[in-house]
């Protein structure tokens, strides 16, 4: 088997940040779970707010955001994570995933993951990220990270914090070696046009 | 190789002045650039169709006929006809009516449209636009085909013993063009009947509409109807020129930063790199559309979107004259000296009754041997 790919999305938007440091441990930890020839790439989507903004209003991607995306649709495996903002995911979080293609994510295991300052926020992973990656036919993984403030404060929660992390990065890391490989999906496909006319397919 | 703008028809208002045409102004104004555009010797004039403002072109064998009465040579099309929302019975007739009245300077390009609420104005659902595509255009290809037709679809009430008027001009029915954005189905469409294919080859960037062209070229040579490179393939593209570069950026960039497609968004600087747009000098629109050659090869007809956006129809006469007189000449040049001899010319209503006739006479022909 080939050395698998995990992409890692993380939408913090201060530097340094909570959610990059959550995303760099989920990482880490999928990495030790999967081998060590696993490639991890890391996208900050703060990197790409701008082209993002622009893909939404022109309808297609700079050459930056382009490979981005193709980096997400290739990879084998997904870590999302985003800080909450007003109850859900951040907006810029939600508008990376606006742009790719309905189709990008179909099948691909997700682990799915928030940063937030306080515990009460935790199930915005179960009731805004889950449906979001549902939706798109995305495999989360049953687990989902959610981290307080307070997770990263005493030894004790700390320890808590990477129990979750190495558990979910475990769900990954099965979902990852026992799904097909991804594959790159711009290839245009059709119909033949005997089929088309008979109105198969629609 | 043919050349030639389309028109959007958007009544903008022009960022520069805030002033606003009226409907009626911009209507003129648009008949205005059709007959400048055979001055300048362009070879073909395209209006859109669009049931909503702030466009006013709804009605374009209208403009059109208007238009092919105050001129001579040029080709009048259309970019695009909706073939989902109009009834194929009237796209028929309305075309076959204008083939005559232009003398046979008339082709068209179908679209499907792209705004939601128009389908259920007219009946319609934007969810069926592939299927009303492909139903209603093998129904306008029999009404212009054959004398007598007897037809039942999905979506329109069926045709008994029902014959279009007028027939048309020469029995030789307008050539079509299949315009497409996104959709690999229309290019297969295009493909199946040998029809020409046009990319809109506007607002995306190269390497999407080389992917579309591409399929296009390799269906086209799987229904049999030449080698790849000899399709018949058709370019937008856009462009602002001004004798010196930097007038050119200066003056277009308000239009460009507030225009309704293109505003709001990425930087000129960004979209010049990333999509055909061009604004600078006749030399610097002559090198990028030469390059459209190399991306997609050998092609038939390329259009140019030069009258959107709020430009005053003065800014626009003016752009024309500097197309007509300094860019297209060299491209018409540099592009049939890099064409082979075996990549036709786009249709036109002489080469097809040409092509009729030649077809007729090998037939008789066959047949008489035969006897």
């Known amino acids: 088997m080939t050395a698998r790919t995990i992409a890692v999305v993380t939408a913090g938007l201060s530097q340094p940040s909570s959610t990059r440091l959550l995303a760099d441990r989920l990482a880490d930890a999928t990495r030790t779970a999967l081998g060590p020839d696993t490639v991890v790439e890391v996208i900050e989507l703060r990197d790409t707010a701008v082209d993002v903004t622009n893909n939404l209003l022109t309808g297609f991607p700079s050459p930056k955001l382009k490979e981005v995306i193709d980096t997400v649709t290739h990879a084998d495996g997904l870590i999302a994570v985003t800080p909450v903002f007003t109850a859900s995911y951040s907006g810029m979080f939600k508008s990376f995933f606006d742009v790719l293609d309905k189709e990008a994510l179909d099948g691909k295991p997700v682990l799915i993951a928030a940063t937030g300052g306080t515990e009460r926020h935790s199930l915005v992973l179960d009731f805004a990220l889950r449906p979001l990656f549902a939706y798109l036919r995305a495999i989360p993984v049953a687990t989902g990270v959610y981290a307080a403030s307070s997770d990263w404060g005493s030894a004790s929660a700390t320890g808590t914090l990477q129990r979750r992390v190495e558990r979910a990065a475990g769900e990954l890391a099965a979902a990852v070696s026992v799904a097909p490989e991804a594959k790159a999906s711009d290839e245009l496909t059709s119909l033949p046009f005997e089929q088309l006319l008979a109105g198969e397919g629609f | ?371």
Request: glycine residues 8%; hydrophobic residues 35%; charged residues 20%.
């Open chain 2, 1 to 371: 190789m043919q050349f030639g703008i389309f028109s959007v028809g958007d009544v903008t208002t022009d960022p520069a002045n805030g002033t606003t045409p009226s409907e009626h102004e911009r209507i003129k104004a648009m008949a205005r650039i059709a007959l400048k555009a055979e001055e300048v010797g362009l070879d073909v004039f395209a209006t859109g169709e669009h049931h909503n403002p702030p466009f006013v072109p709804s009605s374009p064998t209208t403009m059109l006929g208007y238009i092919a009465a105050q001129t001579k040579t040029i080709t009048l099309s259309t970019s695009t006809t909706l073939i989902t929302t109009s009834d194929p019975v009237k796209i028929a007739e309305d075309f076959a009516m204008l083939q005559h009245l232009a003398d046979g300077r008339v082709d068209l390009m179908l679209g499907r449209g792209n705004t939601g609420p128009v389908y259920p104005w007219f009946g319609q659902d934007i969810r069926q636009g592939i299927p009303l595509t492909i139903e209603n255009y093998a129904l306008l290809r029999r009404l212009w085909r054959e004398e007598v037709v007897d037809w039942e679809g999905k979506f329109r009430t069926p045709l008994q013993g029902f014959t279009a008027t007028p027939r048309p001009l020469d029995d030789v029915p307008p050539f079509v063009w299949h315009g497409s954005i996104r959709s690999p189905e229309i290019a297969e469409l295009a493909a199946y009947y040998g029809d020409g294919f046009f990319a809109n080859h506007i607002f995306w960037p190269t390497s999407h509409y080389q992917q579309l062209i591409g399929f296009y070229r390799q269906r086209y040579e799987h229904y049999g109807h030449g080698k790849a490179d000899q399709a018949i393939v058709g370019l937008g593209g856009q462009a602002f020129i001004r004798p010196k570069s930097q007038d050119a950026w200066n003056e277009f960039r308000p239009y460009f930063d507030n225009a309704p497609v293109y505003g709001h968004g990425p930087s000129m600087e960004d979209f010049t790199s990333q999509t055909p747009l061009t604004v600078g000098s006749p030399q610097e629109v002559i090198d990028k559309t030469l390059t459209f050659r190399e991306h997609f090869g050998d092609y038939q007809r390329q259009l140019f979107l030069m009258d959107h956006a709020g430009l005053p129809l003065k800014t626009v006469l003016e752009q024309l004259d500097l197309l007509g007189e300094q860019v297209v000449p060299v491209l018409r040049k540099e592009l049939e000296s890099m064409r082979p001899a075996h990549v036709p010319d786009a249709p036109t209503h002489e080469s097809l009754k040409a092509a009729r006739d030649a077809e007729e006479t090998a037939e008789e022909t066959t047949e008489e041997t035969r006897v």
